[in-house]
């Protein structure tokens, strides 16, 4: 029997134990950001000046109490809304800022992107700039002259180099700022919504820089609005909302959840309560064909997936969604060039002034690689009425690279085009799926094939 020491002191914390394994590139620990809100600038001198400590702030939290961790060569997108703590979690990743609470661990040589202007002195010219970020990140300037010609070239600003950065436009500001951030052969890569200024070519020529560096190890942290780049350029993806860290997860999942939670702050949630049997029932149906009603039989399958994160409002929904080959029978393993027919049975459940309806193909990544809707193609709903159903049949030929593929769908109800508002009746994100078989003779090297004509002229031997 062994006596207890009542003078025995409590085990004291291995220190080792707190240090993240060395795959660990960045490492965040219940990290937290608060700022002190006065209602009145005058309530800051009043507590400081209280000699009983009252208080006359209100604590806003930034960031509240995140933990994850990105191992060496992942790349993680950081998402949310404006106002979720994005920005400042780089900003204290980057040591930009300090936390309030909580720690970071940064493992590797650390190269930011992050507001426009960050880092760069407006009076000194965009040549002086460069040597300028090279010092902060601890380069010689011999080193950086003879990284100078690989970041004029890929800046591409002209001119302008030899110019202060403060007559700048927000496009040679990212220009210059990605050239050099990227030259610097980092470990870990910061990119905070910077890139979004850019034009059109200069954004492929960052993204197609970063998958080059992803593919030799690189870490990437990357914050952008575009969940469509997320997805192609991220495998995981963080989802902040209010300083909270919602979800950590893979990129495809986390940027679901993102789109769920934004349509579910807009509108009710509401689950189809008619059987099947009700379904196929109804008075004004548009489709009056054995075959057309059997799209609203059978459907258990369709449901079952459909149950994953599925958005409905209670003004329309799809009672069933198929993938079809020509000879009408349902199929997941597709022959490239097959042509295929994405079947909708629609049930309108209240009058509405238009009702249009789409689908995306998207890759394993969750990158919608195909995207269609009745506005494109002109054939909208237009007043239906409640209780008519429809059975709309979209015909295609699948010229896409060999992989597997899952097809989402939408239902909306047009509010803003311009401003691409939309009132979701029903998304699916998981309507259909398949398996495309890889091209015969020939591989296919982009994600899309598109019907081109060819024409070969042979030139006779002739003087120029």
Not at 30 to 47: A, G, I, T, W
Not at 153 to 170: C, L, T
Not at 268 to 288: F, H, P, R, V, Y
Request: proline share 3%.
């Amino acid at each position: 029997m062994h006596m207890k020491d009542h003078n025995a002191q409590p085990p004291v914390p291995d220190p080792q134990s707190q240090i993240p394994s060395p795959d660990i590139a960045i490492s965040v620990k219940n990290l937290s950001k608060r700022y002190h809100l006065y209602d009145n600038p005058k309530h800051r001198l009043k507590e400081a000046l209280n000699p009983l400590g009252k208080k006359y702030h209100k604590d806003y939290y930034a960031l509240n109490n995140i933990s994850f961790e990105v191992a060496k060569g992942e790349t993680v997108g950081i998402i949310g809304r404006n106002g979720s703590g994005k920005s400042t979690l780089l900003k204290i990743i980057t040591g930009v800022l300090t936390p309030s609470e909580g720690t970071v661990t940064v493992n590797g040589k650390v190269s930011a992107l992050l507001e426009l202007g960050t880092g760069f002195n407006m009076e000194y010219t965009g040549i002086q700039n460069v040597y300028f970020s090279g010092t902060l990140m601890g380069y010689t300037k011999e080193e950086m002259d003879a990284k100078l010609d690989d970041i004029l070239a890929f800046a591409d600003i002209g001119d302008f180099i030899y110019q202060p950065a403060k007559v700048y436009s927000s496009g040679m500001f990212v220009r210059l700022a990605f050239a050099v951030a990227t030259s610097v052969a980092p470990e870990i890569l910061i990119v905070d919504e910077a890139l979004a200024v850019g034009d059109m070519f200069f954004q492929a020529k960052c993204m197609t820089k970063m998958k080059k560096m992803i593919d030799s190890g690189l870490t990437l942290l990357f914050v952008s609005h575009d969940t469509g780049s997320v997805k192609s350029l991220c495998g995981k993806a963080a989802l902040l909302h209010d300083g909270r860290l919602m979800e950590y997860d893979k990129s495809d999942r986390v940027v679901e959840k993102y789109f769920y939670s934004k349509v579910e702050n807009e509108q009710k949630m509401s689950q189809t309560t008619e059987s099947n049997e009700d379904s196929a029932q109804g008075t004004g149906a548009k489709a009056n064909t054995n075959m057309n009603q059997a799209a609203f039989l059978n459907n258990e399958e369709f449901l079952r997936r459909a149950s994953f994160q599925r958005i409905q409002n209670g003004k329309a929904n799809f009672v069933n969604i198929q993938l079809l080959d020509e000879n009408e029978k349902e199929i997941v393993h597709v022959q490239y060039g097959q042509i295929l027919v994405l079947r909708m049975a629609v049930e309108v459940c209240e009058d509405i002034h238009v009702l249009a309806y789409g689908y995306h193909i998207r890759d394993k990544n969750g990158a919608d690689i195909i995207y269609s809707d009745s506005m494109i193609e002109d054939s909208s709903l237009m007043y239906p009425k409640k209780g008519e159903k429809y059975v709309i049949d979209w015909k295609f030929r699948a010229s896409l690279m060999q992989g597997s593929y899952t097809i989402a769908c939408v239902l909306s109800i047009p509010i803003n085009l311009e401003l691409c508002q939309v009132d979701f009746c029903d998304f699916v994100p998981i309507a259909a799926q398949m398996q495309l078989q890889r091209r015969n003779y020939s591989y296919l090297y982009g994600c899309v094939h598109w019907d081109n004509t060819v024409s070969v002229k042979a030139l006779q031997d002739t003087p120029w």
